[in-house]
């Protein structure tokens, strides 16, 4: 309070003693019209001043009021700590839950890492013993192999030995071939390891094809040709008295197996028939009755037996019993069919020409050959 007295008190002399020296001085004073144009300036100066710090103040207190009102309401967002205490909990149990689902799954993985360890060894226990089966399966392939090849050669010589049974005790050249070339198909899948029984085999055809076979299928068939066109064949007229083994029947020639059924009736009623045949001549001229039916089936069908005997004994190669058979029917032939017939006459001639063919031949012997094929047997 004193320390503002004085001012005044100063400010008061000043003002006097400033009152006095303009007093003093009188006409040496600035004139009064400039003085008033710049308190005016300051004046302006100082209000736009005040307005600027108004502003100033407006826009502050805006902001301020802004900014209170964001905090409020950020404070009105905020939970109170009750709460925040139970989000917290809730958090921490969620928290605790989960580190126990981690602790399973890591309690799981363990035991699937372990899982896989184990099936990893498997595997390499199943690799290892696929690799022991594949080397036994390649033991047994070859052992197989050497087996299969011991079986071809077993094979081939079983049939080199049929072809030596056929050859010898048949005369079956054919069959012989035949199983020769099966041998040797046999053979060739050996390669170069059945060489040397290949080359005895094809020896032992070679032999087989040089020597003279006779066609026997080709004589058995002309012979069933000429049996097959007995029907057609013109019969004498005349009742030509038979000879007694010719009367007592196909039993003295041993077809007695071919004499059944009908043809058995019409043989007892031909020897029944055979009482009657009467030869009536006159002397003007002969009167020759014709034969009854059932000689004429009995003449037919004692050829057909005599060819088809002939022809089985062709197929059997017994040439003794196939030129008999032939130079029967040739005499049947002549004795009671018409040698004036075309057709009697040319199987007259075919018969003739059929007992010439031969119908066995002495083959080589070709056991000595296929040694190195039946070694094996």
Same mark, same amino acid.
């Given at each position: 309070m004193t320390d503002k007295q004085d001012e005044t008190r100063t400010s008061g002399t000043e003002e006097g003693n400033a009152t006095e020296e303009s007093r003093g001085r009188g006409p040496a004073t600035q004139p009064q019209g400039s003085g008033g144009a710049g308190a005016q300036g300051l004046a302006i100066a100082a209000l736009v001043l005040s307005i600027i710090a108004l502003v100033g103040m407006l826009v502050g207190g805006w902001w301020g009021w802004q900014r209170y009102q964001a905090f409020a309401e950020g404070q009105g967002d905020l939970v109170d700590a009750s709460e925040l205490a139970a989000r917290s909990e809730a958090l921490s149990e969620r928290i605790a839950e989960l580190r126990g689902r981690v602790t399973s799954l890591d309690e799981r993985n363990a035991g699937r890492d372990q899982q896989?360890?184990?099936?990893?060894?498997?595997?390499? *226990?199943?690799?290892? #013993?696929? !690799?022991?089966?594949?080397?036994?399966?390649?033991?047994? *392939?070859?052992?197989? #192999?050497? !087996?299969r090849d011991d079986w071809r050669r077993s094979e081939a010589a079983y049939l080199a030995n049929v072809a030596v049974h056929r050859a010898r005790y048949y005369q079956d050249a054919d069959a012989a071939l035949g199983a020769l070339r099966e041998a040797d198909r046999l053979l060739a899948a050996l390669g170069g390891e059945g060489i040397g029984e290949r080359k005895a085999i094809r020896e032992a055809i070679d032999l087989l094809l040089d020597a003279d076979v006779p066609k026997v299928a080709r004589t058995a068939e002309e012979i069933g040709e000429i049996a097959d066109a007995v029907d057609g064949y013109r019969l004498h007229a005349g009742a030509q008295p038979l000879s007694d083994e010719e009367a007592a029947g196909p039993d003295s020639w041993g077809a007695e197996e071919a004499v059944s059924g009908a043809f058995g009736d019409a043989w007892e009623q031909f020897r029944g028939a055979m009482g009657e045949l009467v030869v009536v001549s006159g002397p003007e001229r002969e009167v020759v009755p014709l034969r009854p039916i059932e000689e004429r089936y009995f003449l037919r069908e004692n050829l057909r037996l005599r060819l088809e005997g002939a022809r089985l004994a062709a197929l059997q190669g017994d040439t003794s019993t196939y030129r008999d058979g032939l130079e029967r029917a040739r005499e049947w032939l002549q004795r009671y069919y018409d040698s004036g017939d075309p057709a009697v006459a040319e199987a007259v001639d075919r018969l003739a020409a059929l007992a010439e063919r031969p119908v066995t031949v002495d083959l080589p012997e070709i056991e000595s050959v296929l040694g190195p094929v039946r070694e094996f047997d």
């Open positions: 896989i360890a184990g099936l990893e060894e498997s595997i390499d *226990t199943l690799r290892q #013993q696929q !690799s022991d089966l594949t080397a036994r399966m390649d033991r047994v *392939t070859e052992l197989a #192999q050497v !087996s």
